[in-house]
């Protein structure tokens, strides 16, 4: 069974910087389309990054340009790189693998087969 564990998360001011990791046990990274959701209390969980088994990444304009993808197929492990992080991007983030290999994927939570359990980032002053 597919594990993802996140971590990095953490309360961090406006317009800092944060890296959340991703250990996918078991899992051939380049295989699957893998990306990050989050979710805020009252709201539905959005797709914030992903990467396609090519590589291509996909990102919401709410996080273009501040957010950054990567992956380590070697440790087995997804990155999420947030930098100038506002108030509004505080919310659980989630990792999730689907095995569906287009930008669908990237959008639609119930396209996600496998979760993380999720970690913390809250932005504020």
């Known amino acids: 069974q597919v594990q993802l564990v996140e971590s990095g998360g953490g309360v961090v001011q406006p317009g800092g910087s944060l890296r959340l990791s991703c250990a996918a046990s078991?899992?051939?990274?380049?295989?699957?389309?893998m990306g990050w959701f989050r979710q805020a209390p009252g709201k539905e969980r959005e797709g914030v990054s992903c990467?396609?088994?090519?590589?291509?990444?996909y990102y919401p304009d709410s996080v273009k340009g501040r957010f950054t993808i990567s992956r380590d197929v070697d440790k087995k492990t997804l990155y999420l790189q947030m930098n100038n992080l506002k108030p509004e991007d505080t919310a659980t983030y989630y990792c999730?693998?689907?095995?569906?290999?287009?930008?669908?994927?990237?959008?639609?939570?119930?396209?996600?087969?496998?979760w993380g359990q999720g970690t913390q980032v809250t932005v504020s002053s």
């Open positions: 078991e899992l051939d990274l380049a295989h699957f389309t």
């Open positions: 990467m396609l088994p090519s590589g291509r990444t």
């Open positions: 999730a693998r689907s095995e569906y290999s287009d930008s669908g994927a990237c959008r639609r939570p119930s396209l996600v087969d496998s």
